[in-house]
């Protein structure tokens, strides 16, 4: 879980977010070249589980 505030409104709410992780040990050459992958969502479930929308522009 996440806390996550909201600028216009000051009220924080506690979200439950995604993530995906991937760890990738080689690259398309077949050569050893460790790094991680990550998607994380742009926001997440509150506790009625209504999507709340985190990322503005």
């Keep these: 879980m996440v806390a996550s505030s909201n600028k216009k409104s000051k009220k924080k709410t506690r979200l439950k ?6 760890l ?4 398309a050459d077949m050569k050893n070249n460790p ?15 209504n999507w709340i929308h985190t990322y503005e522009t």
Excluded at 17 to 22: C, E, K, L, R
Excluded at 37 to 49: L, M, P, S
């Design 17 to 22: 977010i995604g993530m995906i992780q991937v």
């Design 24 to 27: 990738q040990t080689y690259g």
């Design 35 to 49: 790094h991680v992958h990550c998607i994380v969502t742009e926001g997440g479930f509150d506790r009625k589980w």
